[in-house]
């Protein structure tokens, strides 16, 4: 007979589709136990996604039949209504929370995030900023607010104030350059008490910036703040094209509507003859976005006056309104804020 052991290793190997974390993990898996010559495995598949319940459930199958384990798999009723359940709102009271996630790192991911926000500040909007990226968060220096500390009210921290947006960070609250060394399920809840503990008021936008990659704090946010929509940060060669269209599906997946791409770093505008240069080659995964009908939100350019100002605290909206790259930023801007505009489908 198989030990419990041997069956917890199978179904670890179950992955949900199109994500890098297993039915374990993810919590789908409620008991395993043994009763009368076989395997009795209770699944609560949360997901209204069909097609992936189907698939997971039919791997666990086929896996343990492999492996020449009896087993019986009882499903909960929990998954046919599970939008009823899994999604709750820390942050509620706000109009629009958008997520700046990029698949993959040293994308410009955060830079994209602060002067997004920036740029819906500068439309008029009540705009807040949350440094959702736990491990290493760099919205603090990006905007001039190292040595800045939020003030509590009650039981919620209020957050700081720069360049006309609100703004929260672990950031604020940890001293000096330590790393923040957190598996996965801390993480997760040092970000729920971000999206909790802090009195934001009534916004119009709140902009989060995801960490890289697809793993526990995407899923987190996509089940503690109800986004309204994702907008995914990449640059135009095909190794960081093929991480964004696994963002794409990963979004889709945890029923995020994805509103489109940022192609950042996209060319060179010389300073002396204005003519643009594409410094990275142009992929053939354009044409596989195309497919999934994302639409390009903004084109930002490499400019030298973003990393500068980044460094400085200084973020090209701020420091350089009337350049072509804060042009581009309050391009993105707009478009953001007209898709946000459109009615949502109902989860």
Known sequence: MAHAERVWELLRQVQFPGLDRNVVDLGYVTEVGFEEDQWIIRLDLKTSDSGAATTMEREIHERLEGAGIPHRLLLSPAAATHAAHQTEDL??????????????????????????????????????LLDADVYGPSIPVMLGATDRRPLSRGNKLIPIEA??????????????????IWRGPLASRALEQLLSDVEWGPLDY??????????????????????????????????????????????RKVEVPVLGLVENMSYFKCPHCHK???????????????????????RIPIDPAIAVGGDAGQPILSASPNSATATAFRHLGEQVARRLARPRPPR
């Open 91 to 128: 942050v509620p009271g706000i109009k629009h929370k958008v997520v700046v996630a990029s698949a993959k790192g040293g994308v410009g991911k955060s830079t994209v995030a602060v002067n997004l926000a920036l740029a819906l500040a500068q439309s008029g909007a009540r705009t807040g």
């Open 163 to 180: 360049h006309g947006i609100l703004a929260m960070s672990l950031g604020f609250l940890v001293e000096g350059l330590d790393p923040i």
């Open 206 to 251: 709140l902009v989060l910036d995801l960490p890289p990659g697809t793993g526990d704090i995407q899923i987190s946010v996509a089940q503690k703040s109800n986004p309204s929509g994702a907008v995914i940060v990449t640059t135009p060669q095909d190794v960081a094209l093929t991480d964004a269209i696994r963002g794409v599906h990963m979004f």
């Open 276 to 298: 643009p240069t594409e410094v990275f080659p142009r992929g053939a995964l354009r044409l596989e976005v195309e497919r999934l009908e994302v639409p390009i939100l903004a």
